[in-house]
């Protein structure tokens, strides 16, 4: 297997602009999160899904976030619109039940 | 709530020298227990797992925990740290949400 993939690796974007983060998990995983990294708030789960359902969504900073899980194999993590503090590495993560989770190389966003 | 805290922020040691990494938690029951660990531009990589059974567990790259119940800690060790080992280190715990729950990580600099 592929490991957890997300793409893009690298976006840089202007502020108000729309930006979509991929994940595609690793196959059989039935839990996908989205992490945020930063220097000064460290590691955020943001969201996370099971069986594709939204399941906790409270560390979603604002409603400029959104989620989607439209099957099995893909999510979307979405900012819009996008503002400079949003700059930080997006992970993507899944696991099978309560199993170790693995985690995607990320996608380190820039909003000028 | 669960919790997990790492109180060293940064580590200095000579390449050679032993390694301790401090991680405490709180959890009311047993937890499951992990260690990753991140390199410059990576993703999070698993070290090792605590899940019950022996309180050492033994990981990649010759790293070693112990999981000690009496004083809530899941200290990650290695008895010769190569300059490949300087990283940054995650402690998590899982409860029974299945949310892990991150340190604010270690940031390891070796020496040469």
């Known amino acids: 297997d592929a490991g957890v993939i997300q793409s893009p690796r690298h976006e840089v974007t202007e502020m108000g602009q729309e930006v979509t983060l991929r994940c595609k998990p690793i196959?059989?995983?039935?839990?996908l999160f989205w992490y945020r990294q930063t220097m000064m708030r460290g590691l955020e789960l943001l969201i996370y899904?099971?069986?594709?359902?939204?399941?906790?969504d409270s560390g979603m900073p604002e409603d400029r976030f959104s989620a989607k899980m439209p099957n099995a194999s893909f999510s979307t993590l979405k900012i819009q619109p996008s503002e400079p503090r949003d700059s930080a590495v997006y992970f993507c993560?899944?696991?099978?039940?309560?199993?170790?989770?693995?985690f995607g190389p990320g996608t380190r966003l820039t909003v000028l | 709530a669960q919790s997990v805290t790492q109180p060293d922020i940064h580590i200095t040691v000579s390449e050679g020298a032993s390694l301790e990494l401090r991680c405490n938690y709180s959890?009311?029951?047993?937890?499951?227990l992990f260690w990753y660990v991140q390199s410059p531009g990576q993703g999070l990589q698993l070290l090792l797992k605590?899940?019950?059974?022996?309180?050492l567990v033994q990981g990649i790259k010759g790293f070693e925990a112990e999981f000690k119940r009496s004083q809530s800690s899941f200290n990650l060790r290695k008895p010769s740290v190569h300059w490949s080992d300087a990283a940054e280190y995650f402690c998590?715990?899982?409860?029974?949400?299945?949310?892990?729950?991150f340190g604010t990580g270690t940031r390891l600099k070796v020496l040469a």
């Open positions: 899904f099971n069986n594709n359902v939204p399941i906790d």
């Open positions: 959890y009311g029951a047993t937890p499951y």
């Open positions: 605590y899940f019950s059974g022996d309180t």
């Open positions: 998590a715990v899982v409860g029974g949400t299945y949310k892990y729950i």
């Open positions: 196959s059989g995983h039935d839990y």
């Open positions: 993560a899944s696991r099978i039940r309560d199993t170790q989770q693995f």
